[in-house]
């Protein structure tokens, strides 16, 4: 087959589409190297972002006008060319196909990560929830067959837009393979002092934005006394404002913040923090659940929503709006040495199910399928 990717966010974005993105793309050359990819970018990638793909050659827009509207390019015009290329299958892996697609003789599939523009639409602007809407509506009515990450999206995605449950198939996508390997004692000793950190602390990891619910995290080791350190990585929002004032405020002195962290550092992060805890008011899937079970950690997450299905039976389910019992759930956890053990070993088990060949395999699947 010669399959197209929309590869802008694989490019481009260094985070959780991207990582979908790229893991995607990697995957399917490395255990399906006979088939044909393409990987439409809407413009040139940089000297460092060349690199991603460093055996493969981006396909960029060509005529003159094209390359002076790349985004009108990416969502408007690319079908033609796709037909052009003879591409048998093209895959929109960030919510999205070209507008007329189906116009042209080219088969599509989209993966749709998460209608959260949907369930909340007050977390964004007019604007950006109407082109969201928009662009994931037409492409779950008009792509020859739509993935989601999980059941909760698959679920979404009949409720909210009406599309027939025989169009759609859960293909679970696992973390980047860094996760999967127990870092040296060396390389955690310079991780450590490359941040000033001891190790053994609760680690919290995304965006520091409302739906993370980093807020609610501080409050609850404020009320539970919890004196262990907390590790919050991830870019800051306004929203870190009020984090920032609350921790001023009860003059709290173990809250470290880390932005700009490299994933090279990660791994050695995740392994050495004695709890890892994600009560994230909702999720796509939920993909740090995943990269702390593989790193043995013990989980702390939302019950309900999509978070069951990345963190399995015997991680720790809260009410993400209960500030004390996440307080009560952190302080369990932190005084039961057997209680972390057999949540790690479980956690670690389930964590195996989410493989690399698993999710490919599953990917070209959904190509037989539509071909």
Known sequence: ?????DAKRAYFNLSGLGNYSRNIIYHLSQFYPDHEYFLYVPRPPQKNESKIFPDQRPSLPESWISRQLPSVWRSYWLGKRLELDKIDIYHGLS??????????????VVTVHDLIFM????WYSSIDREIYKRKTHYSCLKASHIITISEQTRSDIIRYFNVDPERIDVVYQTCNKIFHQEVSPSTKEEVLAKYDLTQGYILSVGTVEKRKNLLNIVKAIHHGRITIPLVAIGRHTSYASL??????????????????VPDEDLPALYQMARIFIYPSIFEGFGIPIL???????????????????????????????NVEQLAEALNKILADDNLRKKMIEKGYEHALKFNDRVMTDNIIRVYQKVM
């Open 95 to 108: 919510n999205e196909i070209p507008f007329g697609i189906h116009t042209y003789e080219v088969r599509s």
């Open 291 to 321: 990269e702390a079970l593989y790193s043995k950690v013990p989980v702390i997450t939302t019950d309900g929503s999509c978070f069951p299905e990345a963190g399995g039976d015997h991680s720790c389910y809260i009410d993400p709006e």
């Open 1 to 5: 087959m010669r399959i197209g990717f």
């Open 119 to 122: 369930r909340y639409p007050q």
């Open 243 to 260: 984090v920032k004032k609350y921790i001023q405020d009860h003059h709290l002195e173990e809250i470290i913040f880390l932005e700009n």
